[in-house]
């Protein structure tokens, strides 16, 4: 497995990461225990050392089984989690990253993810009630205390990450990245270049539309998040399948699938992004480290760049009320 370094802070991972929320949260029904539980060892074991999750993601379910599953490979791999949410009566709550909140997120995450300090800590959305310098010094707080190692945001701006990064190193932020949300590239990059911080890109698969296998026809489960995505609704599915058929005809030719081309074109973006796609097959997972395999040619690349940019997507990524949390 190729490894990446993300920031300045030496915090090296495998090139291709795995979001882990899919398995406990958002997209229906939680998978069965062992089952995932034996996906994760199998990623491991094909070289994955970098995992993704959050309290919030069931809540606390994702933490429980994350933990529990990578217990014996404690030291071996990178475990991501984050801060940011009140949860009241087994629900997300509004924002809250008041310090004293962040210090009792961090006791209970390390409990849940049994682990003696915490990889790398995100804030999962930027709390305007919150100065961002007191999120960032407690955070230096805990990474004295050993209890912290790295600090990341999480769908955070240009000018938020510049204020947090003067009070605590910024090892990595984590936003939407993908060949249908390609905003980050002009509001974020530059920043990320310039203070040496890496990008974890979380849905760069699209939340699955990316694969191909999605359609207008397709029907998610009630409890699928992606029901209440502008991006999800049946006229939007249709019109973005230019996208999809870019991505094929370039996947044809170079005999593989539309997901190792969407995640292939992200690695050859920058070398400090290391996507993160969630999966809770196999087949899936072993589909998605693949796309490691895959080079592009200059003119390949080329092609994929200027086509994608020529296409215009329907619909927004998130209903008005939830782009209101994100900072870009």
Not at 20 to 39: H, N, Q, R, T, V
Not at 122 to 137: F, M, T
Request: hydrophobic residues 40%; contains cysteine; proline residues 5%.
């Amino acid at each position: 497995m190729q490894k990446r370094k993300l920031g300045k802070g030496n915090l090296e991972v495998s090139a291709i990461g795995l979001g882990c929320m899919g398995m406990s949260y958002g997209y229906g029904p939680a998978g069965d225990k062992k089952e995932m539980i034996s996906l994760l060892h199998k990623a491991v074991e094909l070289g994955v050392t970098f995992f993704d999750t959050a309290e919030v993601y069931g809540p606390y379910t994702n933490e429980e089984l994350v933990g529990e599953a990578l217990y014996p490979f404690r030291g071996k791999v990178v475990i991501a989690t984050k801060f940011g949410f009140n949860i009241l009566d087994g629900k997300q709550a509004g924002l809250n990253s008041k310090p004293q909140h962040i210090r009792e997120v961090a006791e209970a995450s390390l409990k849940r993810l049994r682990v003696d300090a915490i990889d790398l800590f995100y804030q999962h959305r930027v709390d305007p009630e919150v100065p961002i310098e007191d999120v960032a010094g407690t955070i230096k707080d805990l990474i004295k205390e050993g209890k912290v190692k790295h600090f990341g945001l999480s769908e955070a701006g240009a000018n938020t990450i510049r204020r947090a990064h003067a009070v605590q190193t910024v090892t990595t932020v984590q936003n939407e990245y993908s060949l249908w949300w390609r905003r980050p590239e002009s509001e974020l990059f530059p920043t990320l270049e310039e203070l040496g911080i890496g990008l974890v890109p979380f849905s760069p698969l699209g939340r699955g539309f990316l694969t191909g296998k999605i359609d207008q026809n397709t029907k998610f489960d009630s409890t699928d998040f992606r029901n209440n995505l502008p991006r999800f609704t049946q006229e939007a599915l249709k019109a973005n399948q230019t996208l999809i058929e870019l991505i094929n005809t370039i996947a044809v030719k170079k005999n593989t699938t539309p997901a190792r081309i969407a995640l292939a074109w992200l690695l050859a973006k920058r070398p400090w992004i290391v996507p993160i796609p969630g999966t809770t097959k196999l087949s899936r997972l072993e589909e998605n480290i693949g796309a490691l395999t895959i080079d592009f040619r200059p003119g390949e690349l080329d092609e994929i760049e200027n086509a994608s940019l020529e296409i215009k997507l329907q619909g927004d990524r998130y209903p008005e009320h939830l782009e209101k949390l994100t900072g870009i």
